[in-house]
């Protein structure tokens, strides 16, 4: 079945997509993995798109940069302890405003809510580690390189070695 990835954008986003995002080189006929077991018995991972960080623990995404170099994004990641408590992320992104997020990180790595599924038995577990990245690329042609053969492959291999078995994405 054939996805239409545009079908509910706003137009003018949907055009500037068509127009400059030429999607991976290899083509799928299989987007998505069913899972091979239920949900219950599923360990998960989280991945935001939204730069969050560990304050006064961890370096913040390289916005300073990307204010010089507006065609640039940090293409690198943060890992989260999924026992972060409240009051311990910050927002290092340009591109949304950080209000909400700062005040309630759950909003775009709901750690909190995962650990209540896992509580009631609705997911198997949540991996010790989740992960932020900085969705912003560059424009009006993102370079994708390092996320493709540095960040990418070094999440991936994170993830593997905790077991995890499905991620949840939620972008900012």
């Not at 916005?63 to 290092?92: C, K, Q």
């Not at 896992?118 to 969705?135: D, F, R, T």
Request: aromatic share 12%; net charge negative; glycine share 6%.
């Amino acid at each position: 079945m054939p996805i239409d990835s545009y079908k509910w954008l706003p137009y003018s986003l949907a055009a500037w997509m068509q127009k400059y995002y030429q999607g991976p080189k290899e083509k799928s006929s299989t987007p998505f993995t069913p899972l091979a077991k239920p949900l219950s018995e599923t360990r998960f991972a989280l991945l935001t798109t939204g730069g969050l960080y560990l304050k006064e623990q961890q370096e913040p995404f390289d916005v300073a940069r990307e204010g010089l170099e507006p065609e640039w994004g940090d293409p690198s990641f943060r890992v989260i302890p999924t026992d972060t408590l409240s009051g311990e992320i910050a927002v290092a992104h340009t591109h949304y405003n950080p209000v909400d997020a700062e005040e309630d990180f759950n909003i775009l790595l709901p750690l909190h809510r995962f650990h209540e599924l896992k509580q009631s038995g609705e997911i198997g577990s949540l991996a010790p580690s989740a992960y932020s990245v900085m969705g912003y690329q560059g424009h009006p042609m993102p370079d994708y390189t390092q996320w493709r053969e540095k960040y990418g492959p070094e999440m991936l291999e994170q993830m593997k070695s905790e077991g995890v078995e499905a991620l949840l994405l939620t972008p900012a």
